[in-house]
């Protein structure tokens, strides 16, 4: 058993319980980037072996931290450390951008990219006029080839006429056209997957998710970006740092 793992043997004279010193001992190293998003943990027979704990202590040691979602189990394959994107609420910071700074690798699957008429809603949002076009785009956001949100982003069409145009980052898109979005108001919101989306992310139709939706501004203060972000529970969290 390797060295990190040793460092996460319970102290046996303490009045903590042996699992939920195993619990947190763990959840600080899988914070603190010991371990690679997607590895896998050692059999609860391993682990218990390695750390001189009963295996029933393992397992409610991994428990907990899948209760948590810091760990994903397989059936038929153990458990993995789970990928999780920690997104500070007072930043404005792009999905590809954030996930590098993380480690992760970003990437994109397009649904679809059309102009269409707006609806009532985009050309309220969006300052339009009635009979204002607008680019719906539609995509999948990953991190290391797993699915972490969809998201359907809308913009007037006058400032997007080609949208087959965009790649993989959207704003390092706008950022060379001059449209950089450098403020935004950010709504969140719990929903339900429905069964489309479920399918999109291999998740169970009904499952929880938290919806964002984002209206960004330029520097002259114009709403170009309608945006809704549809996020998995298990791999987001969002960080608010509050002060007096």
């Known amino acids: ?6 460092e996460l043997k319970p102290d046996p004279d303490s009045v903590t319980p042996l699992y939920l010193q195993l619990a947190r001992k763990l959840a600080d190293a899988i ?8 590895e896998a943990l050692p059999s609860e027979r391993a682990l218990s072996e390695a750390l001189g704990v009963s295996r029933i202590t393992s397992r409610k040691a991994i428990a907990l ?3 948590q979602g810091m760990i994903k189990r397989t059936q038929g394959a153990g458990s993995f450390i789970t990928p999780r994107l920690e997104d500070p609420l007072s930043q404005l910071t792009g999905f590809s ?5 993380r480690g992760f690798t970003p990437s994109s699957q397009w649904l679809s990219r059309e102009i269409v008429p707006a609806n009532r809603a985009e050309v309220i949002q969006l300052g339009l006029s009635p009979a204002a076009a607008v680019v719906r785009l539609r995509r999948l956001r990953l991190a290391d080839d797993v699915v972490m949100a969809v998201e359907h982003s809308t913009f007037p069409a006058a400032l997007i006429p080609e949208p087959t145009a965009i790649g993989d980052s959207l704003y390092a898109y706008l950022d060379k056209r001059g449209l950089s979005i ?3 108001l950010q709504h969140f919101r719990a929903v339900n ?3 489309e989306i479920a399918a999109r992310m291999g998740i169970a139709t009904g499952e929880a998710l938290l919806l964002i939706t984002r209206i960004g501004f330029t520097a002259d203060q114009r709403a170009i970006e309608l945006t ?3 996020c998995r529970n298990d791999y987001y969290d969002f960080v608010a740092e509050l002060r007096r």
């Open 1 to 6: 058993m390797e060295t990190r793992w040793q």
């Open 31 to 38: 914070q603190a980037g010991v371990w690679s998003a997607g």
């Open 65 to 67: 931290l899948v209760e």
């Open 97 to 101: 951008e954030m996930l590098r700074r």
């Open 182 to 184: 450098v403020r935004a």
């Open 193 to 195: 997957a429905t069964e």
């Open 228 to 230: 809704d972000t549809y």
